[in-house]
């Protein structure tokens, strides 16, 4: 395997939002927050110039590295030929079937990624849906993007970006860095976060579609009492006693609700 300063060099291309981890210090913290262990199964999404993959290759584990941009498949191919424990492989986060690796492999992955700003939230979620197979994850976003998503009812960033994560996993926010951290420099700071699946989702929900379109619903017009927001969910539903029934007062307005309070509403719809 190469080392660092050898590893061959590409250009940033915007179409893949691209902004390459170039601090090895950076690198080694999100290394040593994903606590790798001898035989983790490693899903890295976005190797790049593999500034994470590196160290991931010097664990006793297992590292598939995710790359879609075919430049950079072939350098980390080259760049990792004579390493056993890494495995480049060619695709898309947001088509990879993740459920299928784990099944294949028969242990829990672990998921570890610098994500592209653009498509931060949907490979988020993309993961989510996967979390059967998914022990845990450290993610970088935007910091912005990051404080939505571990924000707490109440606060003016809590909303729809902060519902779905914090119901299924524990979140910690564990590290900030500096645009200067990369190549090329973002104009924002990124943030790291650390995710836990839970074995079951932290409050009951009946029907996962009407969660997402309450919460949808509920979000899209913030400054609207709830029970003025959710008609358009069910015209017919008699929203007074739906309310009632929940013991939630239907005057609220959607950033006020605890993501339990979402689940007794959407359960109440079902």
Do not use: W
């Not at 993740?98 to 028969?106: D, H």
């Not at 109440?154 to 645009?179: C, M, T, V």
Request: aromatic share 8%.
């Amino acid at each position: 395997m190469s080392s660092p300063s050898s590893f061959p060099r590409q250009r940033a291309k915007k179409r893949f939002g691209q902004n390459f981890l170039a601090d090895s210090n950076y690198a080694a913290k999100i290394v040593d927050i994903a606590e790798i262990k001898t035989g983790d199964i490693v899903v890295e999404i976005g190797p790049g110039h593999g500034a994470i993959t590196r160290l991931l290759a010097e664990k006793d584990c297992t590292v598939y590295a995710l790359e879609i941009d075919r430049d950079l498949q072939k350098i980390l191919g080259e760049t990792f030929s004579g390493t056993e424990n890494v495995r480049i492989i060619a695709g898309d986060a947001l088509d990879f079937d993740f459920v299928s690796l784990g099944e294949e492999l028969g242990r829990p992955l672990k998921i570890v990624a610098n994500l592209p700003y653009n498509v931060a939230t949907p490979i988020l979620f993309r993961l989510l849906e996967a979390r059967c197979v998914i022990e845990n994850m450290v993610l970088m976003f935007q910091k912005e993007v990051a404080l939505r998503i571990a924000a707490k009812p109440g606060n003016k960033q809590f909303g729809a970006l902060s519902i779905f994560p914090q119901l299924y996993a524990d979140i910690r926010s564990e590290l900030l860095l500096p645009p200067g951290a990369f190549k090329p420099a973002p104009k924002v700071y990124s943030s790291v976060l650390s995710f836990t699946i839970l074995k079951r989702p932290r409050f009951y929900v009946s029907d996962e579609l009407m969660l997402k379109k309450v919460v949808s619903s509920a979000f899209s017009q913030r400054r609207k009492k709830l029970i003025n927001s959710l008609k358009k969910i069910d015209d017919s539903a008699d929203l007074s006693s739906i309310f009632k029934g929940v013991g939630i007062d239907p005057s609220r307005r959607a950033e006020t609700l605890s993501v339990e309070e979402f689940c007794l509403l959407a359960n109440a719809f079902f």
